[in-house]
């Protein structure tokens, strides 16, 4: 299935009617398969990790009708089939504003019972969605902080790739291997639908041949006119760097400025390993 063909039903693009009472039904899932399958993974992936995501616009009312709000941290297995479409999120999220709930831990608990469903497309389920609130109380220890690495955007490069150009990876295999953490500001896609610009900061760890600093700087640029969602770009910058360059090790981690009062943080590596820390950039 294309992306046309899954977002058809979608709410993504089109104009929306706002409801402000709890509706599960508002969550629309979107096939990964499709897109991993374009990338050359059939089956099993070959990389773990998480999608995740920040939403800043959650509110519901309590038992006497007062408003509360909190942060929501939403995790999304990537072994799950589906995502959620991040439009349908935000109306989904909308829903609880004129909604009456007990405490804010039955708003985390609604909410994970929901996206667990969602991603995995009403099948079986293998495993859940996490999800924490952040409530008002705890807003100032939210942490601001830039991705840590050696920062490629210093480099004085020329750029005239603006699609997908893995050819411009490449990996020196005849010196000793090295470990090191690689970020850039200069990523940008669109979204495959509305056309809107996606704007994110990337990091990539690896432990290998050592990456040469600038083609992979130009190859990050030259995502800048691709149209695919934020976790599939991340998916598909892996499934780059690991053919062309051969690290022993590798993770890829993308945070994506919001939308709609949403921000969306994928997360792949090559091999187990705790989740990165749930830090907010100045940009996001």
Known sequence: MSHSQDTADSPLGKSTTYVDQYDAGLLYPIAR???RVGMGIHGQPIFFGADLWTAYELSWL???GKPQVAIAQVMV???STHIVESKSFKLYLGSFSGTRMGDAEEVRQRISQDVSQAIWGGGEKRSSAGVKLLLPEDFDSA???ELDGVNLDRLDIECDHFHPAPELLSSVVDEKPVEE???SRLLKSNCPVTGQPDWGSVQIRYT????DQEGLLRYIVSFRGHDDFHEHCVERMFMDIWARCRPAKLSVYARYTRRGGLDINPWRTSHPSP???SIRTARQ
């Open 33 to 35: 398969a499709p897109q």
């Open 208 to 211: 290998g041949p050592q990456i």
């Open 275 to 277: 989740l990165p820390a």
């Open 143 to 145: 942490p601001l902080h």
């Open 62 to 64: 309590n038992k006497r």
């Open 181 to 183: 953490t690689l970020t």
């Open 77 to 79: 297995p990537a072994e």
